[in-house]
């Protein structure tokens, strides 16, 4: 049968009172999507943040009649552009197999795919990350990701220990792995990402010797080859001092998640530590890269 869906662009701080009226009026799903195009980043373990503004995509059974919630909507002060408040007739369908088609197999570099699960990798003689996609982390699409996971590809080496700080999926962790580094230590703190990411390991055969995942504060102490940190600006900012006690003298950093009015900051700060390369744009994103100072180098 068909249903109803109802878009609605609202204030972020007013989302749950309003999702659980649109569940008491009769939807039997709701949604969040970003209404900007903005990144977030978890501060504390557990949370749930949100876009500044958020539309909320609900669906109800075709045959209920949504007056009296478009009417109440019309009034909400937290729905921004009550004129655009509309009700998309969707016709029944196969869901799962209709989102499956829309993820396809990714390249990256020359020799780096992010393949989904349930399909054949193209190369089968390719680095092959299996990983599905995911709303609660990355699954390599996002630009940010994927000139993290390109740089991967051209600078790990065999042997190589390395930080993914931030590690969400996992998906630049095992990327790592699968390029020959040593020892991949996945750091976030959030336990979800945890979790997800010691799946994703297994899923591509990686041994807990290899790659093991921590929050924060159990982080063996210990200096990598490489850290790759593709979080966001103010949680970059404030992890400089640490990364540069992560990163052996010589060793490489890559730093991501920020846009570019935010670069020059960054630079500045990690200068400190590190000798900083010329950063690398893609769309509005920036990633930038340096290698870590002797210790009698900083300042």
Request: net charge negative; with cysteine.
């Amino acid at each position: 049968m068909p249903w109803q869906q109802l878009k609605i662009q609202v204030q972020s701080t007013q989302i749950e009172p309003l999702e659980q009226h649109l569940l008491e009026q009769g939807a039997l799903s709701v949604s969040y999507l970003d209404a900007e195009d903005q990144a977030i980043f978890q501060i504390e373990p557990g949370s749930t943040p949100l876009w500044d503004k958020s539309y909320l995509l609900c669906l109800f059974e075709a045959a209920l009649n949504l007056s009296d919630v478009l009417a109440w909507l019309q009034q909400h002060p937290a729905v921004i552009n009550k004129q655009t408040l509309q009700i998309e007739i969707l016709e029944d369908q196969d869901w799962k197999r209709s989102w499956m088609q829309d993820f396809q197999a990714q390249r990256f570099g020359e020799k780096l795919w992010i393949c989904p699960s349930w399909q054949t990798p193209p190369d089968s003689n390719a680095i092959n990350i299996m990983l599905d996609p995911g709303l609660a982390f990355g699954s390599g699409s996002h630009a940010t990701t994927s000139m993290c996971l390109q740089w991967l590809e051209q600078f790990v080496v065999e042997g190589s220990e390395v930080i993914d700080y931030g590690c969400g999926s996992g998906v630049l962790a095992i990327a790592a792995a699968l390029l020959g580094a040593r020892r991949v230590y996945a750091v976030d703190n959030d336990p979800q990402a945890i979790t997800a990411t010691v799946d994703n390991s297994r899923r591509n055969k990686i041994s807990d010797d290899v790659l093991s995942a921590h929050l924060p504060d159990t982080l063996p102490q210990m200096q990598a080859d490489i850290l790759i940190a593709n979080i966001l600006a103010e949680p970059l900012l404030e992890l400089a001092a640490r990364f540069s006690e992560l990163v052996k003298p010589g060793g490489k950093i890559v730093l991501s998640g920020l846009l570019q009015d935010q670069t020059k900051p960054l630079l500045d700060s990690y200068r400190r530590w590190f000798s900083m390369e010329s950063p690398l744009q893609q769309q509005e994103w920036m990633r930038l890269s340096g290698s870590r100072l002797d210790q009698g180098s900083s300042e």
